[in-house]
């Protein structure tokens, strides 16, 4: 059975820090490229980064570049996304996901960025 569940979302200040995990099971995590999205209310799904299946390969939005940081650690099937210096319109709810289109993906966690 195919799982992917996000966690580390929450309620943070303008200008902290949150991290995200992803933990997958029941596929070739290792194989796949990870990606990370998100979308808010009333807006189209993004994508926010993308990190190669063996990790050495990352690309960002430009909205997150210089305050995201995306990572995954094969042997523990997890993928990550550190982000630091939140912004109000980084609320969104966040998805990781090994293929959108093929149901691989999570069920998300919701990061709300408020004073």
């Known amino acids: 059975q195919v799982q992917l569940v996000e966690s580390g979302g929450g309620l943070v200040q303008p200008g902290g820090s949150l991290r995200l995990s992803c933990a997958a099971s029941?596929?070739?995590?290792?194989?796949?490229?990870m990606t990370w999205y998100r979308q808010a209310p009333g807006k189209e799904r993004e994508l926010v980064a993308v990190v190669s299946s063996a990790g050495g390969s990352t690309n960002y939005a430009d909205s997150v570049k210089g305050r995201f940081a995306i990572s995954r650690d094969n042997a523990k099937n997890t993928v990550y996304l550190q982000m630091n210096s939140l912004k109000y319109e980084d609320t969104a709810v966040y998805y990781c996901s090994a293929d959108w289109l093929r149901g691989l993906r999570g069920q998300g966690t919701q990061v709300t960025v408020s004073s």
């Open positions: 029941g596929f070739a995590f290792s194989t796949f490229p």
